[in-house]
């Protein structure tokens, strides 16, 4: 029996989790994904690389001209842009990780489903707790709207493996407006 099951190893479960614990409370995680949540590993911050990276382009050919550089762009690679941008994801999801072991907290992989008011269960096991938190975040709405076939959701967006020439972002969640 833990005194705190947290649902979601997302920003807001992680650090609920980890108050708990450095409060003194056994504390476990449940997490079916990566953690860090949808920040972390398909919102904002894979947005700031991806943005960072779109600077770094609008500089190189246009601006530094406009300052009297001269500089020569020999290529671009989107597969290493994507490469390095994961690796810099998974290096964030093993920090959040590694803070939960620090901290005590047993972490649990896969999706909880009630069982009662102090029960979940994950896989085939059962675990119980005197307060569950449930901090599962959302998921993109794709609306249902002929040609929402043609688009990508913010998920499916940093799925790409090829460079789009052009993107046209529609909605204004903080995904989105970022």
Not at 63 to 85: C, H, M, N, P
Not at 96 to 104: D, E, P, Q, R, V
Not at 118 to 141: C, E, F, H, S, W
Request: hydrophobic share 40%.
């Amino acid at each position: 029996m833990f005194d705190l099951i947290v649902i979601g190893g997302g920003s807001g479960g992680v650090a609920t989790a980890n108050k708990a614990s450095t409060l003194g409370a056994s504390v476990a995680i449940i997490e079916a994904d990566r953690y860090g949540g949808t920040c972390v590993n398909r919102g904002c911050v894979p947005k700031k690389v991806m943005w960072y990276a779109a600077n770094i382009a609008q500089v190189l050919h246009g601006i530094a001209q406009d300052y009297g550089f001269k500089i020569g762009v020999e290529g671009f690679s989107w597969e290493t842009l994507v490469e390095k941008r994961e690796a810099y994801l998974h290096r964030l999801n093993d920090l959040y990780a590694n803070n939960l072991t620090k901290n005590n907290i047993t972490r649990i992989e896969g999706h909880a489903q009630f069982v009662d008011a102090n029960t979940v269960q994950v896989g085939d096991k059962n675990y119980q707790a005197k307060r569950i938190l449930i901090a599962v975040g959302g998921v993109p709405l794709v609306p249902a709207v002929p040609g929402a076939d043609l688009g990508v959701s913010s998920d499916g967006f940093f799925e790409l493996t090829t460079q789009p020439k052009r993107v046209c972002v529609i909605g204004s969640g903080y995904i989105g407006v970022e």
